[in-house]
């Protein structure tokens, strides 16, 4: 499976490279103009993938909706899939994050692959770590890992309790966290921007 990809090369050689994943019923330009807004400098190479499946009500879609927290594994698997090779072929340190859906992927690609595999950081916003069957989490080596969680507490579409979850799952695993919590339905918070920023710019060495 090949993906649809929109691609904002770096300034100059890439320090690494921040991979955005759009949301249920988006597509690859959802998140483009958050690769300025996290990496204003352009020091990474920014990537932003759409979705391989056409569903409704219209958009992209990374896999088919199945219940919380259990994406349909038929859809899921050849999504991952898609993306584990996209992912291997891009400059490291690489920092994964997503929306909604593309949380739910960020998540998988952290915690599905292997320490060995695993991105620099994760960034996963109002999603949930999936469960999904032949998924095995690996919480092994997380110590001081850094993921930033972000979630509306007034979410009505995914319940801030996966996040709240997740945040006690990683944080019991040793991984460095950093969690943001807003009375918000299920968007992106534009005041957390700046420190969003800061994160990815640690996250690369910088």
């Known amino acids: 499976m090949t993906l649809d990809v929109l691609e904002r090369p770096a300034a100059g050689d890439p320090a690494g490279t921040l991979l955005l994943l759009h949301g249920r019923g988006a597509d690859e330009h959802d998140l483009f103009p958050l690769l300025d807004a996290l990496d204003p400098e352009r020091r990474l ?69 292997g320490p060995e595999a695993r991105p620099a950081a994760l960034l996963p916003l109002s999603g949930f770590v999936p469960r999904v069957e032949g ?21 009505p579409v995914i319940s801030v309790e996966w996040s709240r979850e997740a945040r006690a799952t990683l944080t019991r695993a040793g991984a460095d966290v950093t969690y943001n919590e807003a009375p918000l339905p299920h968007t992106i918070d534009p005041q957390i921007i700046p420190a969003l920023r800061h994160f990815v710019t640690n996250a690369v060495g910088r």
Do not use: C, K, N
Request: zero cysteines.
């Open 45 to 113: 190479h920014g990537v932003t993938p759409g979705g391989p499946l056409a569903l409704p009500p219209g958009g992209r879609h990374w896999y088919r909706l199945a219940g919380i927290p259990t994406p349909d594994a038929g859809t899921f698997w050849p999504s991952f899939e898609a993306l584990s090779e996209l992912i291997d072929g891009l400059v490291p340190p690489l920092v994964v994050g997503g929306f909604s859906q593309g949380a739910v992927m960020s998540y998988a690609l952290g915690l599905g692959r």
């Open 135 to 155: 998924l095995e989490l690996d919480l092994t080596g997380l110590e001081g890992y850094p993921v930033a969680i972000a979630h509306g507490s007034l979410d």
